[in-house]
């Protein structure tokens, strides 16, 4: 490719009007998204007194979402490559939308773990559609600012729904707010249909080879973002079902200053994705490789989070939580240019299989991580080895994206 002189690029940047509307909207979605997913663990005392579930049980349920929404990953991956993105997005959003809805009317364990498996089904469709979009209207030089748009959203949502859910529920009960939140988050699909990309996408894309999924997985690099998601993942799911939890039974907060603590590090984590992608996105218009950036964003953020261990070795709640919101901040740096690397690797015609594969393998950290940081609290009555495996996976994750990849290029398709 011909280089361009970074005056140029840098104007190259900037969204326009239509990129602007459905990256609000996609930004929408997924934080509604992340509240429908990461809401039962504020409503987890509740539940605890009302269906009697020890931490091993509630682990269970915590992990139920990914039972169902890991290997639906790969097909929803197939279903936005080969039908029309905005329907299948729209489909599934409606399917988990419905799932958070009844799941104010869940009656014990068992419908509970039900509804959760629907609701990984309905929200498999949401990487893999991102992607297909993203990769097929954005610019290398714009991809780093809308995925981190897209993942703070992802952030705003457990924050939000730690905050008013928390606060919600401390005064009306549990069932409401799931009733509330399912119920409203149906009015999203209106602007969607009318305002989405339709047909052509906004930047000419070249015809190329859609390889299949034997051909992705045969790459180093496929790889290195599979077991890299796998570890980034296991910590994220980790803060979003067990945080509150940490924060009433390790640090004694009570309901009320769980709400409103407990968000703060997804607020910090938000603010630091949106400000890395940004960077990240001037970085590479300003002449720098995407290799060079990508690795740089994504290992320095996984490897300057493992100060997040350190938030359980003091008896300090304010210590605590102070650490807890720089590990987070380091951690936006890693979100930020998570998927930006897929995309750049993948291309627009792989983007939706190679990024549903992604999401299938990092998200069984989503099975993991509830399952065994429950049978970790129950065993050990604290939450401190529960952070020593969750510093591990962090280790492990900055190898994957600095080592395992090799370049951060276009993969070259055969088949």
């Not at 980034?232 to 309901?255: A, C, K, M």
Request: overall charge positive.
């Amino acid at each position: 490719m011909a280089s361009v002189a970074p005056s140029v690029s840098t104007n190259r940047v900037f969204l326009s009007r239509r990129q602007w509307i459905f990256l609000i909207l996609l930004v929408i979605s997924i934080c509604i998204s992340y509240i429908d997913r990461g809401s039962l663990s504020v409503a987890d005392r509740y539940l605890q007194t009302e269906f009697a579930l020890d931490p091993t049980h509630r682990g269970m349920i915590y992990s139920a979402f990914f039972w169902s929404y890991a290997p639906a990953l790969v097909f929803a991956g197939w279903l936005v490559d080969r039908f029309d993105v905005n329907r299948v997005l729209a489909g599934g959003y409606i399917i988990w939308s419905i799932a958070t809805l009844l799941t104010g009317a869940a009656n014990g364990f068992f419908m509970l773990f039900l509804l959760r498996l629907l609701l990984g089904i309905g929200e498999s469709v949401a990487y893999p559609a991102y992607s297909r979009i993203l990769a097929g209207n954005f610019k290398e030089e714009q991809r780093g600012f809308a995925n981190a748009a897209i993942d703070a959203g992802s952030k705003l949502g457990p924050a939000l729904g730690i905050l008013i859910g928390g606060l919600l529920m401390a005064s009306y009960g549990w069932r409401i707010f799931f009733v509330i939140t399912g119920g409203l988050s149906m009015a999203w699909l209106i602007p969607w249909f009318l305002w989405a990309p339709k047909g052509r996408t906004l930047m000419p894309v070249k015809a190329g080879k859609v390889p299949g999924f034997g051909e992705i997985l045969s790459k180093r690099a496929a790889w290195g973002t599979f077991i890299g998601l796998f570890c980034g993942n296991y910590v994220w799911y980790f803060i979003i079902t067990w945080l509150p939890s940490y924060f009433r039974d390790e640090l004694h907060f009570s309901q009320t200053q769980m709400a409103i603590f407990a968000s703060a590090p997804l607020w910090v984590l938000a603010a630091s994705a949106l400000t890395s992608g940004s960077i990240s996105d001037r970085w590479i218009a300003s002449g720098a490789s995407p290799n060079k950036v990508r690795k740089t964003f994504t290992g320095l953020g996984l490897g300057l989070s493992t100060i997040m261990f350190a938030s359980v070795l003091t008896r300090s709640s304010t210590v605590s939580l102070i650490v807890l919101c720089a590990a987070c901040a380091a951690y936006g740096l890693y979100s930020s240019n998570l998927w930006a690397t897929t995309q750049t690797l993948a291309g627009p015609w792989a983007a939706g299989r190679w990024t549903g594969l992604q999401n299938a393998f990092g998200n069984i950290s989503g099975i993991v991580a509830p399952s065994l940081t429950g049978w970790i609290v129950q065993e050990t009555h604290e939450f401190y080895w529960a952070f020593v495996v969750a510093t591990a996976m962090l280790v492990i994750g900055t190898i994957s994206f600095t080592v395992i990849i090799p370049k951060v290029e276009p993969a070259t398709w055969v088949d």
